[in-house]
């Protein structure tokens, strides 16, 4: 059983940087996908980022240029590295994971996070 744990989230203003760090244990890191979902309150659910087990990396359009996905698999980790924030980023952040990566792109995980809170605000 996949058991994934995130850490770095917290409050930052606007403009400022925050990376996310998501250890995996209890599966085999190198040939899973790994992601990174938001959700906020009152709103749906939405995919952020996504790494494949060959680091071919997915973005939903809004943070494209800004946030960073990445994976060290000597350390069974997955980043999130979050630049140039907006107050719309605000959202619980879940370190997702699944062994096939184009389902994850609908949605499709094998195990989650418990989450971590993102406040951007003056």
């Known amino acids: 059983q996949a058991q994934l744990r995130e850490s770095g989230g917290g409050l930052v203003q606007p403009g400022e940087s925050l990376g996310l760090s998501c250890s995996a244990s209890?599966?085999?890191?190198?040939?899973?996908?790994m992601g990174w979902y938001r959700q906020a309150p009152g709103k749906q659910r939405e995919l952020v980022a996504l790494i494949s087990s060959d680091a071919d990396t997915y973005y939903i359009d809004s943070v494209k240029g800004r946030f960073t996905i990445s994976r060290d698999n000597a350390r069974n980790t997955v980043y999130l590295q979050m630049n140039s924030l907006k107050p719309e980023d605000t959202a619980v952040y879940y370190c997702v994971t699944g062994r096939r990566y184009n389902q994850m792109l609908y949605g499709a995980y094998d195990a989650w996070g418990q989450g971590t809170q993102v406040t951007v605000s003056p």
């Open positions: 209890g599966l085999v890191f190198s040939v899973f996908s």
